[in-house]
């Protein structure tokens, strides 16, 4: 059994920062990929940041120079830095872990972003 337990979510006024992580625990270990979706109220839920075993980052438009993504491959450990938070970074975010074949989800932290 997998679990990811994911902290950091609250409410920031515009232009400021907030830092999510995401701790995997279980069965699970060297994950190929670590990464986290997000999803707003009545639309899709998107990829916002994910990075490889080795290091590679990919970032979504929308967040590129604003978000960093970071992974301790020792502690199983995703984190995402949020920097210059946007009213339209609201929404629901998802640690995703991915261990091939096989892709597990967290619960889900709520992030508002408001003044």
């Known amino acids: 059994q997998v679990q990811l337990v994911e902290s950091g979510g609250g409410l920031v006024q515009p232009g400021g920062s907030l830092r999510l992580s995401c701790a995997a625990s279980?069965?699970?270990?060297?994950?190929?990929?670590m990464g986290w979706y997000r999803q707003a109220p009545g639309k899709q839920r998107e990829l916002v940041a994910r990075?490889?075993?080795?290091?590679?980052?990919y970032y979504a438009d929308s967040v590129k120079g604003r978000f960093t993504i970071s992974r301790d491959n020792a502690k199983n450990t995703v984190n995402l830095q949020m920097n210059s938070l946007k009213p339209e970074d609201k929404a629901v975010y998802y640690c995703?872990?991915?261990?091939?074949?096989?892709?597990?989800w967290g619960q889900g932290t709520q992030v508002t972003v408001s003044s």
């Open positions: 995703n872990v991915e261990r091939w074949p096989l892709q597990y």
């Open positions: 279980g069965s699970i270990s060297s994950p190929n990929v």
């Open positions: 990075i490889w075993s080795g290091g590679n980052e």
